[in-house]
């Protein structure tokens, strides 16, 4: 067994969640052997689905992501996968479309908010093993990958939101769906939570 260790996620306000991260360059191999586990086993134990490098404090441009189950669309580019190693990331718009969804962020705990994102993109980088990857991904899938991306760049998800009434507290959402009179989808769908 490797040794993983839950790191602090680092919570919106803290400026390192503002800079643009740093290229991956091969003087960094060695400290990803450690990186990455911590980062999977962060965001398992948060409960979350993505988790980019700055918000454990690394500002480096490296992710780590899924798509479960519960959240796949089943389109093409949009099977259930396991966790995915994305390092040095770059994405292309697929199609001009975009589609509102649902997010949250283990660094803005408790919120969930409605950004718009491509429907299809692209995505080149290096998997965890440093072999070249080029993907094909949409709805969650491209969603996800979108939203970790931005993290590279120092963007959260509120940054792009066209409505800010379409913003608030997951508990709120929740007594609100109860009494159906929620925005379809927050809760079933969960939000992003990268
Ligand atoms: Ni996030």
Redesign the pocket.
């Known amino acids: 067994m490797e040794s993983m260790e839950i790191r602090p996620i680092i919570r919106m306000g803290n400026p390192i969640l503002r800079l643009k991260a740093n290229a991956v360059e091969p003087e960094h191999t060695d400290s990803l052997t450690t990186i990455i586990p911590d980062m999977i086993a962060t965001m398992r134990d948060a409960g979350g689905v993505?988790?980019?490098a700055p918000?454990i404090g690394i500002s480096l441009r490296l992710m780590v992501f899924e798509v479960p189950v519960s959240r796949a669309t089943n389109l093409d580019g949009d099977k259930p996968c396991g966790i995915q190693v994305l390092i040095n990331p770059n994405f292309n718009p697929a199609t001009s479309d975009k589609e509102l969804g649902w997010e949250g962020?283990?660094?803005?705990p408790g919120l969930r908010g409605e950004v718009p994102r491509y429907k299809e993109i692209t995505y080149t980088g290096f998997n965890g093993e440093g072999t070249p990857i080029e993907t094909f991904a949409s709805g969650f899938h491209a969603r996800v990958v979108q939203?970790?991306m931005d993290?590279l760049d120092g963007i959260?998800?509120p940054d792009r939101m066209i409505d800010l009434t379409r913003f608030g507290y997951v508990e709120e959402f929740t007594k609100m769906q109860e009494q159906s009179r929620s925005p379809d989808g927050v809760i079933k769908n969960g939000g992003?939570?990268?």
């Open positions: 993505g988790l980019a918000q962020c283990l660094s803005i939203h970790e993290h959260l998800y992003a939570n990268g």
